[in-house]
C-alpha cells in the first residue's frame, strides 16, 4: 500500500473529515499541520498543491495532489473502501452518494459559514445574534429532513455506516457542543450519540476548537 500525506490542522473540520474517513478505512498517514496559525497554505510549494491556499489536501504514493474534502473522500473510498461503506453497483452507489452530497453542501456550508463561524469565530461583542438566530433556523429546517430519514434507518443513507455519514456527521459534533438552544430533534440526536461510539470519530472529530474561538 503507498503512503498517504495529508496537510491540515487538525481543528479544520473538512481536514476532520478526510482524517475521520482514513481511520475509519484502517488507512496510515502521515499529517502535516497546515492553515490558519500554522501557516504554510501560502507557500508556493503549498499552491503548487492547492492554488486555493485551503486544506485539507492529500497525496497518495506517487500520485497528484487532491484538494476539496469531498474529493478526497470519494477518491479514498474508490480505492479503499469496502462494498458497505461505498457500493460497487453505480445504482446502489447513487443513493449514497446523493445524501452525501446533501449534507456536505447544505448541513455543512449552513452550519461552518453562518452558525459557527457567526458564534464561535466572531468576537464576542461583534456577535450578530439575530444573525445566527436566522441562519440556527435554516439549519434546522435542513436537519429536520436528516430526522425524518433518521427515524427508519440506522445511518443516513442505508443500515449500514456509509461515505454518507461522513459528510453529515462531521459537524455535529460542534453543532451539539456549542452554546445554542437547539430545537430537539429526536432521530439526530440518536443518530449522533451513536456516531459518538466510534472510535474514529472520537479520535478526529470529537476534538477541542479552542484555537479557533475569536
Ligand atoms: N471546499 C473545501 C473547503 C476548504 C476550506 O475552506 N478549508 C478551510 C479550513 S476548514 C481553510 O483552509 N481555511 C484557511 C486556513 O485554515 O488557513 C473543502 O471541502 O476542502
Redesign the pocket.
Known sequence: MSSITIW??KS????Q?VLWALDELGLDFERID???I?GV?DSADFCRMNP?????VLVDGDGEPI??????LRYLADRYGDSNFWPENVVARAQVDKWAEWA?WNV?HAF?VNVFYGLVRTPFDEIDHDAVKLALGHLEKVLALADEKLATSTYIASSQFTLADITLGYCLYRYYDIDVARTELPNLRRYYELLCTRPAFQRHVMVPYDELRA
Open positions: 491540515g490542522r479544520s473540520v473538512n481536514v473529515l497546515a492553515g490558519f500554522y497554505v486555493n491556499g485551503l486544506v485539507p484538494f476539496e474534502s469531498a474529493a478526497i456536505k455543512g461552518i
